[in-house]
């Protein structure tokens, strides 16, 4: 069992913390005072050291540069009016990380180090966490392949790290989304249900064509047919129709479990509205689209939160949302805030004080 004694901790010797203004922050700009870093290797972790935020030495012929053995987390803390500080379900982002990892052949983080790791870190750069609505601290975990090594195999050496990023609102507006039907980002058998480092690489491309054509992000499809949505953008996405939720199902594996995703779930079931979890196809969309049954269309994601989309493009078929009208996503929003801002009942014991 590792203990805070376990921990080598060199505090910076200033904050720089004066020098940001936490209000509007943009996401992932500023890093905090302190970061967390450990080696594997030989087979097992090395000393925990929570350190001064500096650059790395590494290799060029580390693996992680060139085959992309990393993953990654996407954690939030909060602040709340009267200064309490907490992490939103951050064990759940742990166990989907140690998910990732098995899949990338990469070794288990043990909990403590983790877990531990990430409050002691967040105790010192507590301060960073922005005690204003729609802010937080948010939380990135990593690990990569640091094998100084050509050969196409698993690495044996690797670092794990968390780094603290303050942020406002990820997207800032109501979003325009565009329909996917040519490139995939996931397939059955494939990585998409990891948060591999390189799912968000092969994004790019078809990302920023959408963006070129005045979109915000993507739609993804299904890699067969094209017909079946899967995520959107760096979200899980649901749809309201005709008073029902419903947003793609997991068993594929093509979409990453969301930790948000499955906190609305919970929200909506609460609310009384029925949630499906299943395959949805862009016809049964538009189909409802036309009929006037599709309500609402909204994404989730620890960066996200819980983001509007006002327009859904496929193909030439625009659809346009007047978000003002919404009912369903900002009851949810408000929800998530009033437990993550910690002004209500947190019932599910979601936040984790550190
Ligand atoms: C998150 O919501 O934490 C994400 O993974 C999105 C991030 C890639 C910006």
Redesign the pocket.
Known sequence: MITAADFKVTKAERSRLKDVNLENVP??KYFTDHMLEVDFADGEWKTVEIKPYQALTLGPSAAALHYGQAI???IKAYKSADGKAAIFRPLDNFKRFNISAKRMQMPEVPEEIFMEGMRLLLQLDSDWIPARANHSL?IRPFMFSSDEMLGVRPGHNFKFMIILSPTGP?YGKPMKIWVEEHYVRAVKGGVGFA?AAGN?AAAMYATEEARKNGFDQVLWTDPIEHRYVQECG??NVFFIIDNKAITPGLEQGTILAGVTRNSVITLLNEMGITVEERDLSIDEIIAAHKAGTLQEVFGT????TISEIKELCYKDYSMLFDVEKWKVSPAIKNRLDTIRYMEGPDTHHWMYYI
């Open positions: 996401f992932g990654f987390e996407g948010y990820y948060k968000y760096v979200m994601g620890t960066a996200a």
